[in-house]
């Protein structure tokens, strides 16, 4: 049995459009509060621009419940879906 957040998993992989770079940095930060919980480690810095965003992303969720983060990703993900 699939739970909706592992279909949302592969629902997002299937999306006909590429979502935004914002939308999937967002996607990103949900799915790692959702599957993980609260940020860990060091920020990446330097020249890891993307790193360094993916961590901002995640780490702007600090203190979300898991539960509450597979819910909004499975939200976004419905959304993404209904744009076509």
């Not at 949302?8 to 940095?25: E, G």
């Not at 949900?30 to 993307?50: A, I, N, W």
């Not at 969720?61 to 909004?72: F, I, N, P, T």
């Amino acid at each position: 049995m699939t739970t909706p957040f592992e279909q949302a998993q592969q629902d997002v992989q299937t999306l006909s459009k590429k979502p935004s770079n914002d939308t999937l940095l967002k996607l990103y930060a949900l799915y790692k509060q959702g599957s993980v919980g609260d940020v860990t480690g060091e920020r990446p810095g330097g020249f890891d621009f993307v790193g360094g965003a993916k961590y901002d992303a995640w780490a702007a969720l600090k203190g979300m419940s898991r539960e509450k983060a597979q819910a909004e990703y499975v939200a976004l993900v419905e959304t993404l879906k209904a744009r076509g």
